[in-house]
């Protein structure tokens, strides 16, 4: 029962993986861009939180009705304005830009908020918890991050299969000349998928802000776990992102049972494992 449990414990920590990867995965597969950026925009938006929720007095789950729109209208502008400008067959130029961005937001997070560790508190969620038997007991607050992961993929999926704009993303992925011959504005969904997947990002943000402390050098290792899941999962397979979020948080679980010293790297090596064995994915489509 003691790892049942902490399977358990692994998988509501892999939804919130999945939430760090979905962003990632949606972008590459629309249009190739690795953003470095992605790990420091999850702790701008955890920041913004923390002003919004100091300030209007209001919970931390009720600031994401301003936290998300805010952050994808960020996500828009920064790729109408900056990245359709880098977007061609060189693959560097984007991933220097979002580098840039990356410093530029960690040094300003820096110098507004100082480098001490921040918090958002939800209060009694925090340590409450549904207990199944007497050695298995999960948290309210985890299940609800997992549950919130799960349904942000249904919303994404049924966005991408069933509406007009799921199609343009889909087709200016596909072909961008042909999606253009359609009637879409290929820069105009480029900025749209940014959107989506800072939004995304917005509510991963606030996720962490509530689970525990962050700072504003903590971006990176967000996206290092967010790329794990990615690659673990397959690249563009949202739901295989969820599983490749889900397998990381478990192995991380588990190697933290035995030794709490082992927890990172057992990740880690799990995901070069993958990238060794199938580069592809476990759950992605050999190309």
Known sequence: MVWLNTVIQGTMLGGLYAMFAIGLS????????????????????????????????????????IVVPIIATVGYLLQRGLFNRTLGDDLLPPILVSFGLSIIIQNGVLVAFSGDDRRLQAGPLEVASLRIGDTVAIGLLPLLQFVIAVAVI?????????????????????????????GF??????????????????????????RGNF????????????????????????????????????????????DPRFQILAGHLVFLLVLALRPSGLFGVKA
Do not use: C
């Open 215 to 258: 700072d504003p050098s903590a971006g990176p290792a967000r996206l290092i776990y967010g790329f794990e899941a990615v690659i673990i999962g397959g690249v563009g397979n949202i739901w295989g992102t969820l599983l490749g979020g889900i397998v990381l948080g478990v192995v991380q679980a588990i190697g933290g049972a035995i």
């Open 154 to 182: 249904v919303v994404l999926h049924l966005l991408i299969r069933r509406t007009k704009t799921g199609r343009g993303l889909r087709a200016v992925s596909d072909d961008q000349a042909m999606a253009q011959v359609m």
């Open 26 to 65: 949606l972008i590459f597969g629309v249009m190739k861009l690795v953003n470095i950026a992605h790990g420091d925009l999850i702790v701008l938006s955890a920041y913004l939180a923390l002003v919004i929720t100091q300030t209007m007095g209001v919970d931390p789950f009720v600031s994401l009705l």
């Open 185 to 210: 504005n290929n820069r105009h969904m480029y900025g749209v998928a940014m959107a989506l997947s800072l939004g995304i990002t917005a509510v991963a943000g606030v996720l962490i802000a509530i």
